[in-house]
């Protein structure tokens, strides 16, 4: 059998530095950071009193006040981003048929403030379970692709990928294969996440695994630098539209790019620590340079999944030197985390947007906030620190881990390459 | 109107988000306030919470208009 070959047509993107694709490339290219003190609570207790949060966000620019109260935030954001990609990609009610458009979703968690308001509104009752019959239809992580469907009639597969930190590349991987095995035309993917609450930043904060340089939010998300001191809870979502590429050339889409391949491993090593020889790390970046038919001496660009985090950093370059060789020497690296700060389940979604971008530009986004050089990474590698550097992208990945140690990648190439 | 029909029009203002004009006695919570079986939940749960009620299952059912609501908190409270 065949296998079709698979386009980006749209993108959308709700994030800490900008609220559209325009606003985030406008940000990601000036090196911007979204990390602030946190707004949605008092914070006086916590350990890490910031976050890259989404800002001047107004859910009744699409819809209604009434159906906005059955919406998680996490919700809420897919439905910006996808309204935004999928206007980008100019599908309408009549140039597709919505019976072979589906959406795949990613998201770590889901509707943790839902969950985490109701349960404490149970605690303060007399024991009687006493819960909000919107309380699980909101939280469940499955929701949000859901309202993708119902409120643009999507008829095809729909359902949600949940890989902590890599959720959105693992749906972004179905999504292209679905298509490719021709069982689809169209598939909105992506991610979102809407974890900056009590619970969740309480809960990463006992794991150590967050930043807590309460005195300068903005250069906390410092990966490779090292004085970083782990990772800044970022929320958001990012939205791509992926089509047959005979479907798309057909109606007479604009095309960003192909999807070249995606490669899955799993760490089995440790709940939350990466690898020390990165043998997971190493194996899925293999996997999708094999899946793209590609050498390591084709890809130009990488972003990683670089958090800010002492161990996961050096773990992942080092893999990146043991897959690439010499020829990582030749790579632009960046973390873009830098700026967005880690979206957890959405984080594989706007980085691969972010990657998408950086090929149609011919830029390549900053590392932002390195400041002290960690002698544990290899000098020679081109991490493409404080400032954007212009470079011809044909070919970029963009790797994902996930607590667990889900490893995702993804490949884009250029529709020529 | 009673103090306790106009917190039950507000609380139904509220959580379905429709014009004041439109909560009428005789109005159905599903067939002319556009509530689904979920809105109607919440409503009841809603009720509880503001008139310190309970009001179970098997009664429930029996409230699908703006005027069963008021007359069965009105009895509820007497």
């Known amino acids: ?417 | 109107m009673s103090d306790i029909a106009s917190r039950v029009k507000a609380i139904i203002v509220d959580k379905l988000g429709v014009d004041e004009n439109e909560v009428v006695s005789e109005a159905s919570f599903t067939n002319d306030l556009g509530a689904d079986s979920l809105d109607t939940v919440e409503l009841i749960m809603e009720f509880e919470k503001e008139f310190d009620i309970q009001i179970p299952d098997d009664q429930a059912e029996n409230i699908s208009t703006v005027g069963q609501a008021i007359s069965y908190i009105e009895e509820a409270k007497k």
């Open chain 1, 1 to 417: 059998m065949q296998l079709k070959r698979v386009v980006v047509t749209g993108l959308g993107a709700l994030t800490p530095i900008g609220n559209s694709i325009e606003a985030y490339w406008e940000g990601l290219v000036n090196g911007k950071s979204g990390a602030a003190p946190i707004t949605y609570y008092d914070t006086e207790k916590h350990k890490t009193k910031f976050a890259c949060e989404v800002k001047n966000f107004d859910i009744e620019q699409f819809m209604d006040r009434k159906e906005s109260r059955r919406l998680d935030k996490f919700s809420q954001y897919a439905i910006a981003a996808s309204d935004e990609a999928i206007k980008d990609a100019g599908i309408t009610d009549t140039n597709v048929n919505k019976a072979r458009v589906g959406v795949i979703w990613g998201a770590g968690i889901g509707g943790l403030e839902t969950f985490q308001e109701e349960v404490l509104n149970y605690a303060k009752g007399d024991g009687t379970p006493k819960f909000n019959p919107f309380f699980i239809p909101k939280m469940i992580a499955d929701i949000a692709p859901a309202h993708i469907s119902m409120r643009n009639g999507f008829m095809g597969p729909n359902y949600t990928t949940v890989s902590a930190c890599a959720s959105s590349a693992n749906a972004l991987i179905d999504a292209f294969n679905y298509i490719r095995l021709g069982m689809c035309d169209v598939i909105i993917s992506g991610g979102s996440e809407a974890a900056v609450t009590i619970a969740g930043m309480g809960g990463f904060n006992s794991m150590h695994a967050l930043s807590t340089r309460n005195d300068s939010p903005e250069t906390a998300s410092r990966p490779f630098d090292a004085t970083r001191d782990g990772f800044v809870l970022g929320e958001g979502a990012g939205a791509l539209v992926l089509e047959e590429y005979e479907h798309a050339k057909a109606r007479g889409a604009k095309i960003y790019c192909e999807i070249g391949g995606g490669g899955l491993s799993s760490d089995a090593y440790h709940l939350t620590a990466p690898h020390p020889e990165g043998v997971g790390v190493i194996a899925v970046m293999q996997n999708t340079l094999r899946d793209a038919g590609m050498q390591p001496t084709d890809v130009d660009h990488i972003n990683t999944h670089g958090t800010s985090t002492p161990l996961g950093d050096v773990a992942e370059l080092k893999a990146i030197s043991a897959v690439f060789g010499d020829h990582a020497k030749t790579l632009n690296i960046n973390s873009t985390k830098s700026m967005t700060g880690h979206l957890l389940g959405a984080a594989g979604a706007i980085e691969a947007i972010a990657v998408i971008l950086a090929m149609q530009h011919g830029i390549v986004p900053p590392t932002i906030n390195h400041e002290v050089v960690d002698e544990n990474i290899d000098p020679s590698l081109n991490l493409t620190l404080n400032k954007a550097q212009k470079r011809e992208i044909k070919v970029a990945m963009s790797n994902t881990f996930g607590f667990g140690g889900h490893n995702a990648c993804v490949l884009f190439k250029k529709i020529d390459a």
